[in-house]
């Protein structure tokens, strides 16, 4: 039956190599292009306009055949990453559109954006307690695992809801976001012991649309896609307890999200920034780094700690 899963992604990853230019092509007559905020760095003014929410053809993708592998193996697991993937994916959608429509930046307030983040953070965590009931994470290079017992839920909604902000901050540049996702996809999911035809399920579709988005960026992922991509490594993580490994697997989503936190804490407390500005790719673009060469960088650092997270499996 593998091979039957490996066929079906690799008809996806055609198919999506087909569809993602009409898709384009279609989005620009819409005129449904990014907007650009306005305190991001002047080098992507030219950006504004670019056709967004590209997301959505590997969200749809993703969903799919997740849910195939849930029918036909019974793998509650894959339930799971549909379910997750669609929701947060539904999140960033409704972010991609409003910002559309209003024709700014901002789609959802902050608030809006939070409270779904969390509502359906809580419905994932009920999923994963129906289908794999624990409350304990893994430790990497250790065989013990840590019991946070009746604090788990609450953790697992923070972790989630953690996991889409990281992997949102992080898309900032051309190929980055879709070049660390498929990074930490393929370590996490090693790390949780899924065989190579179901990790390609969750890989080439994000591939498919990587080619249209390496510069110059024919198309962004949008919140949509995310938001989506955070949710699912995060839904993947949660259900087979490897939390910690993502600090290695995930290592450049979670270092995206800390700059910004540390960022904004120092200048509140101490009103001084750490970073010339943060996420931290805006800081190396700021010190002259090329975009090609943040993004390069960081795709491999993030390989090299991911790989590090291997040698964690005992």
Request: some cysteine.
């Amino acid at each position: 039956m593998s091979y039957i899963i490996f066929l079906l992604a690799i008809i996806t990853f055609c198919s999506l190599l087909l569809l993602y230019p009409i898709y384009i092509k279609w989005l620009k007559n819409k005129q449904f292009g990014q907007y650009i905020r306005p305190e991001g760095p002047d080098l992507h003014n030219y950006k504004q306009g670019t056709p967004t929410m590209g997301g959505l053809l590997f969200v749809i993708a993703i969903s799919v055949l997740s849910l195939i592998v849930f029918f036909v193996n019974g793998n509650s697991l894959f339930l799971v990453i549909a379910v997750s993937t669609v929701l947060f994916g539904l999140v960033g959608f409704i972010d991609d559109y409003s910002s559309i429509k209003k024709r700014n930046a901002i789609g959802l307030t902050v608030l809006q954006k939070l409270g779904l983040q969390l509502l359906f953070s809580m419905v994932i965590m009920f999923l994963i307690f129906k289908f794999n009931h624990h409350t304990y994470l893994r430790i990497p290079f250790s065989r013990k695992t840590i019991d946070f017992k009746f604090f788990y839920p609450i953790w697992g909604v923070l972790y989630l809801t953690g996991m889409t902000n990281a992997a949102n901050l992080t898309d900032g540049l051309d190929g980055l976001a879709g070049g660390i996702y498929i990074v930490s996809a393929f370590f996490t999911s090693l790390i949780a012991g899924l065989s190579l035809d179901n990790i390609s399920i969750l890989i080439l579709p994000v591939i498919a649309y990587l080619l249209f988005n390496v510069k110059p960026a024919k198309i962004f992922m949008g919140d949509t896609g995310s938001l989506a991509l955070g949710g699912l490594l995060g839904s993947l993580a949660l259900y087979n307890s490897i939390e910690l490994f993502t600090v290695f697997t995930c290592f450049i989503f979670i270092l995206e999200m800390l700059s910004v936190i540390i960022q904004v804490g120092s200048f509140k407390l101490r009103k001084k920034r750490v970073f010339l500005m943060a996420p931290l790719h805006h800081h190396f673009e700021l010190k002259k780094w090329s975009e090609e060469r943040v993004v390069m960088m960081f795709w491999l650092i993030n390989f090299l700690v991911g790989f590090i997270a291997l040698g964690g499996v005992l």
